[in-house]
């Protein structure tokens, strides 16, 4: 089981992250979480990481607070300082990944989907990236700019992350020289959200999972 402890950003500032057991034999994976904040379903993604043989961090981008109410958590993702998080919250998980495993990828869900996107655009040093269903505004961060390993899972039904969305992000991408790993399922947006019965689809989650693993264990 993993422990919450303590990094520096950047600037100074300090930021709270949940981290798994750590081997320094294992490359490193920054978890970014949903809306929701850096709530138990995050952090037994970052346990499930270790299980599968990586070292995993997931910084508290909200700072402490956690929530369940949908309003709550749309109001706090719009509040949230973007640029800041990727480049101090982000920047600081890697810089401490990075003293444990040179090798270091970054991946999220949702809102943390979108961050790892943009972490990927932006921020040097990153092995690989993986999305799960999110997108920054192309103003933030351009998928064009990305130059490493990329895989992408996205839900077909999803109103937000729409298949026309996906098709112009992977296009923009292969146009720019990459060739991003992306798939496409038969499911809603947060497919691999368990606590999220509504939308949680267990044999897309499950598969897109395996993809992940694969990809990343190829990357790293």
């Given at each position: 089981?993993?422990?919450?402890?303590?990094?520096?950003?950047?600037?100074?500032?300090?930021?709270?992250a949940y981290q798994s057991d750590i081997d320094v034999s294992?490359?490193?994976?920054?978890?970014?979480?949903?809306?929701?904040?850096?709530?138990?379903?995050?952090?037994?993604?970052?346990?499930?990481?270790?299980?599968?043989?990586?070292?995993?961090?997931?910084?508290?981008?909200?700072?402490?607070?956690?929530?369940?109410?949908?309003?709550?958590?749309?109001?706090?993702?719009?509040?949230?300082?973007?640029?800041?998080?990727?480049?101090?919250?982000?920047?600081?998980?890697?810089?401490?990944?990075?003293?444990?495993?040179?090798?270091?990828?970054?991946?999220?869900?949702?809102?943390?989907?979108?961050?790892?996107?943009?972490?990927?655009?932006?921020?040097?040093?990153?092995?690989?990236?993986?999305?799960?269903?999110?997108?920054?505004?192309?103003?933030?961060?351009?998928?064009?700019?990305?130059?490493?390993?990329?895989?992408?899972?996205?839900?077909?039904?999803?109103?937000?992350?729409?298949?026309?969305?996906?098709?112009?992000?992977?296009?923009?991408?292969?146009?720019?020289?990459?060739?991003?790993?992306?798939?496409?399922?038969?499911?809603?947006?947060?497919?691999?959200?368990?606590?999220?019965?509504?939308?949680?689809?267990?044999?897309?989650?499950e598969l897109a999972w395996k993809r992940m693993m694969a990809?990343?264990?190829?990357?790293?």
């Amino acid at each position: 089981m993993g422990q919450m402890i303590s990094l520096k950003r950047p600037d100074g500032s300090g930021l709270d992250a949940y981290q798994s057991d750590i081997d320094v034999s294992r490359p490193g994976v920054i978890v970014l979480q949903e809306w929701w904040g850096l709530n138990d379903h995050i952090k037994t993604i970052v346990d499930r990481f270790a299980g599968e043989g990586f070292n995993a961090v997931a910084p508290d981008l909200y700072h402490g607070r956690v929530t369940g109410d949908a309003d709550e958590a749309s109001h706090m993702m719009n509040g949230l300082d973007f640029p800041g998080a990727v480049h101090q919250d982000v920047a600081a998980t890697f810089d401490h990944l990075k003293t444990v495993n040179e090798r270091v990828a970054v991946m999220g869900f949702c809102m943390g989907g979108a961050l790892a996107l943009a972490s990927a655009a932006r921020l040097e040093g990153f092995a690989a990236a993986v999305c799960f269903y999110g997108v920054p505004p192309k103003a933030f961060a351009d998928p064009a700019d990305i130059r490493i390993p990329f895989q992408g899972h996205f839900g077909t039904l999803d109103d937000w992350v729409t298949p026309s969305v996906v098709a112009d992000m992977e296009a923009a991408m292969t146009a720019a020289g990459n060739s991003p790993d992306f798939y496409s399922y038969d499911a809603d947006h947060a497919f691999f959200n368990k606590t999220r019965p509504e939308v949680y689809n267990p044999e897309a989650a499950e598969l897109a999972w395996k993809r992940m693993m694969a990809f990343l264990r190829a990357s790293l």
